[in-house]
C-alpha cells in the first residue's frame, strides 16, 4: 500500500501564492508519475499538473505560466508552486501518485491523498 499526504492548502487573496506539498510513504519500488488534480463543487476533479520521473510536465491549459509543479524522487515528494492565484483556482486540490510497490511481488498502485483545501477570496 501507498500512502500520501497533502499539506499546505489555506486561504489566499487574489494574486497571491501557495505551496501545496505531497509526501508519499509505503514499501514503495517506483514511482512513475506524480500530479495535483483539483475538484470544484459541483464540478469533476480535473488534472491541474503532472510530472514523470524523468522531470517530464504537461498543465492544465488554465493554469499554464501561473503554476510549476516539480518532485523530489529521492524523497517522494511531489510539490504545486502556486503563483498569481485567482478565485476560480478555489477547489480541493488532491495528489495522484502511479508505481509499484513492494508485497512478495512488485504490485502496481495509484494512489491519491485526502485532499487540500485552496480558497482564493478577498
Known amino acids: 500500500q501507498v500512502q500520501l499526504v497533502e499539506s499546505g492548502g489555506g486561504l489566499v487573496q487574489p494574486g497571491g501564492s501557495l505551496r501545496l506539498s505531497c509526501a508519499a510513504s509505503?514499501?514503495?519500488?517506483?514511482?512513475?508519475?506524480m500530479g495535483w488534480y483539483r475538484q470544484a463543487p459541483g464540478k469533476e476533479r480535473d488534472l491541474v499538473a503532472r510530472?514523470?520521473?524523468?522531470?517530464?510536465?504537461n498543465y492544465a491549459d488554465s493554469v499554464k505560466g501561473r503554476f510549476t509543479i516539480s518532485r523530489d524522487n529521492a524523497k517522494n515528494m511531489v510539490y504545486l508552486q502556486m503563483d498569481s492565484l485567482k478565485p476560480e483556482d478555489t477547489a480541493v486540490y488532491y495528489c495522484?501518485?502511479?508505481?509499484?510497490?513492494?508485497?512478495?511481488?512488485?504490485?502496481?498502485?495509484?494512489?491519491w491523498g485526502q485532499g487540500t483545501q485552496v480558497t482564493v477570496s478577498s
Open positions: 509505503g514499501s514503495i519500488f517506483s514511482i512513475s508519475a
Open positions: 510530472i514523470t520521473s524523468s522531470g517530464r510536465t
Open positions: 495522484n501518485a502511479e508505481g509499484a510497490y513492494y508485497k512478495d511481488s512488485l504490485v502496481p498502485f495509484a494512489s
